[in-house]
């Protein structure tokens, strides 16, 4: 069931008016009815290793709870269940094709028969929010939760189990222990945002997908200007799609009465790599960093180490995207230019005149120019579907015919993109929400009605949204 599909609305609706004429204590009863039903429409695999993985991580942490002496075993034993299973479903087949590759390299047989799993939909989101509620738990940071069907509603809270915000349970778990009332300001801010959203997926994201297709899925021989065209209808197109889902699940989330965490803050404006990675998928930053970085030893242990455990950190990042080497040396590259950008930061201490150039204005409008152009050049490895196919973009960009032939199909791409450009740089923050709360009702009215009639006459050809595949 796809957020921008009629069958999503009617379901979305119907959740409304139950959620709305349910008395408060039996609000998790109905959201964990729907979020069971929502994912079923995927598969029922999804739905099993869900509910399985959930009652592990619930039982895990009612033990942690009364067995605070055994709570390393007990932890490791959590992660490890809910970390495997994931590993199971995701990289099993990726790991023996490996194994074959190599095997056929040294001459051995073939003895090793492909599992044939496939990942079903939502479970790198689910595995990571399940492992975050453990590790809060064991670390006292969280109560263990005892009601085994709120915990559920939290597991399956359908706007966002397909693909996030990656929710930590303190961020929802204490709205469904006490549902909020009924808030007509609340409810319209997010028809504002759900519309926002679909808007920037229908109109935007979805309209760039052919220019992307034409550069990244053929076989041909490419100009420089279409690879760089392509690759930077790509980047556009990546934020407008996952920040568009984003927006969807936030404000039908706040339809509900239910907040959930932002998870883009204008990422391509971005002054460093580090400061992207503050912008982009948040929620997914910061899970790294509390659940992965810090474990493995953050910055403690000296330079080396903390160049290492970037590295290491941005790699597993990149494998949890995708089985594939692709999306391994999209993670490196992010690691190496994290790596760059702390040794700069280091060497650079304590000079004032560095500083003083730092934080004048060309400095920083470098820092983001340098930034696009590096994060639009590891989003090749990102989108393309092989190590290959890869090498064809980047040898097209910078080595490739100067020629413009054939850029008159690539139009609509380039208007998008500078509209996209300059709203970027014309948007600050939440500008759109702050000026849509100084409206009058009538005002918003008109407003939802500007944006639903933009979806119906502007919406390109449906496309999936990118970030379901992860």
């Known amino acids: 069931m796809v957020f921008t599909s009629y069958s999503y609305l009617y379901f979305l609706l119907l959740v409304i008016v139950l959620r709305w004429s349910a008395p408060r204590r039996a609000v998790p009863a109905v959201l964990l009815a729907a979020g069971a039903f929502f994912l079923w429409t995927f598969g ?53 094709r490996q194994l074959l590759a190599v095997g056929s390299w040294a001459g051995l047989p073939n003895l090793l028969p492909l599992p044939g799993l496939v990942a079903p939909v939502a479970i790198s989101f689910f595995t990571f929010q399940l492992v975050a509620y453990v590790v809060d738990v064991a670390r006292g940071r969280f109560p263990a939760e005892r009601d085994f069907v709120r915990f559920l ?4 809270f359908f706007p966002s189990v397909v693909s996030g915000p990656i ?27 759900f519309l926002g959203g679909a808007f920037k997926k229908l109109v935007l994201a979805d309209a760039l997908a052919p220019a992307v297709q034409a ?56 002054a460093s790599i580090a400061d992207f990675w503050r ?42 995207h995708g089985a594939a080497w692709t999306m391994v040396v999209w993670g490196l590259l992010h690691g190496a230019l994290l790596v760059l950008h702390r040794a700069f930061r280091d060497a650079a201490a304590g000079h004032a005149g ?30 393309a579907g092989s190590l290959p196919a890869a090498g064809r973009v980047l040898r097209a960009m910078f080595a490739g015919s100067a020629s413009t032939a054939g850029l008159a199909g690539f139009r609509t791409a380039l208007i998008l993109l500078a509209l996209i450009a300059v709203g970027h740089a014309l ?22 009605a500007v944006l639903i009639v933009a979806l119906f006459w502007f919406a390109a050809a449906p496309a999936g949204f990118l970030y379901v595949m992860f």
Not at 285 to 310: A, E, H
């Open 427 to 448: 948007v600050a923050r939440d500008a759109p929400l702050r000026a849509y709360r100084a409206l009058s009702p009538a005002l918003r009215g008109l407003v939802w």
């Open 354 to 383: 560095l500083d003083r150039v730092r934080a004048s204005r060309p400095w920083k409008v470098g820092g983001v120019l340098l930034t696009l152009l590096c994060v639009n050049l590891a989003w090749v490895f990102f989108r």
């Open 153 to 156: 509603a939290y597991a399956t």
């Open 279 to 320: 912008r982009w998928h948040i929620s997914l930053s910061f899970w790294l960093r509390d659940y992965l970085y810090i474990p493995l030893g953050g910055s403690r242990r000296g330079r080396l180490r903390t160049y290492l455990n970037l590295l290491a950190t941005m790699a597993l990042a990149g494998l949890w």
């Open 44 to 96: 029922w695999l999804g739905t099993a290793l869900l509910g399985g993985a959930a009652t592990a991580a619930f039982a895990a942490g009612r033990w942690l709870d009364r067995r605070p002496d055994l709570r390393r075993p007990l932890l490791v034993a959590a992660v490890v269940l809910l970390v495997g299973n994931l590993a199971l479903f995701k990289y099993a087949d990726f790991l023996v």
């Open 215 to 270: 550069v990244f899925d053929g076989t041909g021989p490419l100009t420089a200007s279409a690879a760089w065209i392509g690759s930077f209808a790509f980047t556009a197109q990546l934020y407008c799609d996952f920040s568009g889902y984003t927006d969807l699940a936030r404000g039908a989330a706040g339809m509900l009465g239910f907040e959930l965490p932002p998870n883009f803050r204008l990422p391509y404006l971005a």
């Open 167 to 193: 929710v930590r349970p303190a961020e929802l778990l204490p709205q469904l222990a006490r549902p909020p009332r009924f808030d007509a300001e609340r409810f319209s801010e997010g028809v504002f945002v």
